[in-house]
C-alpha cells in the first residue's frame, strides 16, 4: 500500500484529527496523533469494480466513515432533551419501558449536564425545563415517574417544545434530543417528509435528533424521517433493556463528540455520474459536486452510503475526489484530500480480480433488509408462498457471497431470514386458536428481525457499538 501525503489543510497541525483511504491510496496523518489503524480507516471511499470490463458502465462507490478515537477537548457539560410519547398508544409496557429509560438515563448524566424533559400526547407538555442534573436529580425523577398515558399522538408538538428548550440552553457542550415513541402520529404534522424537513432545522442549529421506535405496532417512516433530517440515528427497541441501552448510548455519544459539523465531498471527473444516494442530507452542488452532512461524530461511530455510479460511453476512464471537513474543539478546522480512480479494461478475467467484494457484502446487506421487508408485508397478507420464495433467494444470494468472500458481516442478516423463513408456518391458514400461539410464538423473531432491518436500512449502520443480543 502507497503511502503519501494529502495536501492536509489545518488551522492548526496538532489538532490533525482524520485519515482518509481511498481505494488503495491511504492516506497518513500528519503529524500522528492517533493510531495508524484509527487513522486509515476513518474514511474509506471503495469503487465496486475499479476496473470496468466490456459491456460494463456501471459501478457503485461505497464511503464508510468511522470517526477515530480522538478525546474530547475538556469535559463541558452536555444539553440532553428526553421526548416521551404519552399518548393513549403507549399504555402499559410501552410507556413503563420509557419511563425505566428515562430514569437511567437521567442517573448516568454528570452533575454539570443539563436535561429537558418534554411529554406529549395531544399536546406538549415542558416538565422539565433545561435543569442541571446535580441540582434537581431527584425532581426530574419524580416527573418521570409522574408520566401518565392519555390523548392523541402529535410528536411534532413534542419536537419543537424540545428543540426550542435546547436552542437556548445553558450548556456550553454538544445537544441531542432523544424521542422515544411507537411513531403513531394521529393529530399535528404526520408527513414523514415535513416532520424530516423540521428536524433539519435543528440540526442546522447544531441539534442532534435521534428516535427510539418501540412496541410491535410502530411506525417506523415518521421516526426514520426525523432522525435522519435530525443527522441522529434510528433504533427500534424489542424490550425495555435495548430501551435503556439506546438512551444512554445517546448520552454517551453526546459527551464524547469530538467533531462537529462533519461534511464530506465527493467530486467526480467529467464523464463519470453519480445518482443520489440514500441519505437525505446529500445534494449536488452547481459544479456537480455530491455533498454530505454528517453533523457531529464521536469516536467509533460510523457512517456507510452506497453512491450509485455510472461512466459515461466513450469515456475511458474517470476520478473521484473526496475531501472530508470537520471542526474540532475550539473551532479548530481538519480537512483532508484524496482521489480514487476507475477505468475500462478489456480483460474480464483482471476486471473480475480486482472487484471490491467488501462493496458487494454492503449491498447484500442493505438487500437482505429490503427483502425482510417485503416478506413481512407478504406474511401479513398471509402470502406465505410469496415470502418463502423471496427468502429462500435471499437466503442463497448471501450464502455464496459468504463462501466467495469469508465475511462474517452477513451472519445477522442471513440468520434473521433463516428465521423468518422457519416461522412462516405461524402465517399459515388455520383455527384462530392456532393462529394466535403461531404468531405468538413468532412474535419475539419478528421484533428483532424488524429491529435488524431498520438497522441496515440506515446510513448510520453500527453506530450502536454493541451486540443486541447480549441485551436479550
Given at each position: 500500500m502507497r503511502r503519501f501525503i494529502p495536501r492536509p489543510t489545518l488551522q492548526r497541525p496538532t489538532a490533525c484529527a482524520l485519515g482518509l483511504t481511498l481505494c488503495a491510496l491511504a492516506v497518513a496523518i500528519w503529524p500522528p496523533r492517533t493510531s495508524e489503524a484509527a487513522a486509515e480507516h476513518a474514511l474509506a471511499l471503495r469503487i465496486a469494480t475499479p476496473l470496468l470490463p466490456p459491456g460494463t458502465d456501471a459501478t457503485t462507490v461505497l464511503l464508510d466513515v468511522v470517526a477515530p478515537d480522538l478525546p474530547r477537548d475538556g469535559?463541558?457539560?452536555?444539553?440532553?432533551?428526553?421526548?416521551?410519547?404519552?399518548?393513549?398508544?403507549?399504555?402499559?409496557?410501552?410507556?413503563?419501558?420509557?419511563?425505566?429509560?428515562?430514569?437511567?438515563?437521567?442517573?448516568?448524566?454528570?452533575?454539570?449536564?443539563?436535561?429537558?424533559?418534554?411529554?406529549?400526547?395531544?399536546?406538549?407538555?415542558?416538565?422539565?425545563?433545561?435543569?442541571?442534573?446535580?441540582?434537581?436529580?431527584q425532581a426530574i425523577m419524580a416527573a418521570i415517574d409522574g408520566l401518565i398515558s392519555s390523548g392523541s399522538t402529535c410528536i411534532a408538538c413534542g419536537l419543537e417544545r424540545a428543540w426550542s428548550q435546547l436552542a437556548e440552553t445553558r450548556a456550553p457542550g454538544p445537544r441531542t434530543a432523544v424521542l422515544i415513541s411507537d411513531g403513531a402520529i394521529t393529530v399535528g404534522v404526520s408527513d414523514p417528509e415535513t416532520l424530516a424537513t423540521m428536524a433539519e432545522g435543528a440540526a442546522a442549529s447544531a441539534v442532534r435528533t435521534t428516535a427510539i421506535g418501540l412496541g410491535r405496532d410502530y411506525?417506523?417512516?415518521?421516526?426514520?424521517?426525523?432522525?435522519?433530517?435530525?443527522?441522529?440515528?434510528?433504533?427500534?427497541?424489542?424490550?425495555?433493556?435495548?430501551?435503556?441501552?439506546?438512551?444512554?448510548?445517546?448520552?454517551?455519544?453526546?459527551?464524547?463528540?469530538?467533531?462537529?459539523?462533519?461534511?464530506?465531498?465527493?467530486?467526480?471527473?467529467?464523464?463519470?455520474?453519480?445518482?443520489?444516494p440514500a441519505m437525505r442530507s446529500a445534494r449536488f452542488a452547481a459544479d456537480g459536486a455530491l455533498r454530505l452532512d454528517l453533523g457531529?461524530?464521536?469516536?467509533?461511530?460510523?457512517?456507510?452510503?452506497?453512491?450509485?455510479?455510472?461512466?459515461?460511453?466513450?469515456?475511458?476512464?474517470?476520478?473521484?475526489?473526496?475531501?472530508?471537513?470537520?471542526?474540532?474543539?475550539?473551532?479548530?478546522?481538519?480537512?483532508?484530500?484524496g482521489a480514487a480512480g476507475l477505468e475500462r479494461t478489456a480483460d474480464r478475467r483482471l476486471a473480475q480480480q480486482r472487484r471490491d467484494p467488501g462493496v458487494g457484502v454492503e449491498q447484500a446487506s442493505r438487500r437482505a433488509a429490503d427483502t425482510l421487508e417485503?416478506?413481512?408485508?407478504?406474511?401479513?397478507?398471509?402470502?406465505?408462498?410469496?415470502?418463502?420464495?423471496?427468502?429462500?433467494?435471499?437466503?442463497a444470494e448471501m450464502k455464496a457471497l459468504r463462501e466467495a468472500t469469508g465475511t462474517t458481516e452477513l451472519d445477522e442478516p442471513l440468520a434473521a431470514a433463516r428465521a423468518v423463513l422457519g416461522d412462516v408456518d405461524a402465517y399459515l391458514p388455520g383455527s384462530d386458536a392456532l393462529i394466535t400461539a403461531r404468531r405468538a410464538n413468532a412474535g419475539v423473531q419478528f421484533e428483532r428481525t424488524r429491529g435488524m432491518v431498520d438497522d441496515l436500512n440506515s446510513v448510520y449502520r453500527g453506530s450502536g457499538l454493541f451486540d443486541a443480543r447480549e441485551l436479550e
Open positions: 469535559d463541558a457539560p452536555i444539553a440532553l432533551a428526553l421526548v416521551v410519547d404519552t399518548s393513549t398508544s403507549m399504555a402499559g409496557n410501552k410507556l413503563a419501558n420509557a419511563r425505566a429509560a428515562a430514569r437511567e438515563t437521567v442517573s448516568s448524566m454528570s452533575a454539570g449536564d443539563r436535561l429537558t424533559l418534554v411529554a406529549f400526547d395531544t399536546e406538549a407538555r415542558v416538565l422539565v425545563a433545561d435543569a442541571a442534573v446535580g441540582e434537581q436529580r411506525e417506523s417512516a415518521p421516526l426514520r424521517a426525523i432522525a435522519g433530517g435530525g443527522l441522529g440515528a434510528f433504533y427500534f427497541a424489542h424490550n425495555s433493556k435495548l430501551l435503556a441501552h439506546y438512551a444512554r448510548h445517546e448520552l454517551d455519544l453526546t459527551r464524547r463528540a469530538a467533531l462537529t459539523d462533519v461534511r464530506l465531498t465527493v467530486r467526480p471527473s467529467g464523464g463519470l455520474h453519480l445518482a443520489p457531529r461524530m464521536a469516536p467509533g461511530e460510523r457512517r456507510r452510503v452506497l453512491i450509485p455510479a455510472r461512466l459515461m460511453p466513450g469515456v475511458q476512464g474517470a476520478r473521484i475526489e473526496a475531501r472530508l471537513d470537520a471542526t474540532r474543539a475550539g473551532d479548530r478546522q481538519v480537512v483532508f484530500e417485503q416478506a413481512f408485508a407478504e406474511l401479513s397478507r398471509e402470502e406465505v408462498a410469496a415470502a418463502e420464495r423471496r427468502l429462500t433467494a435471499a437466503i
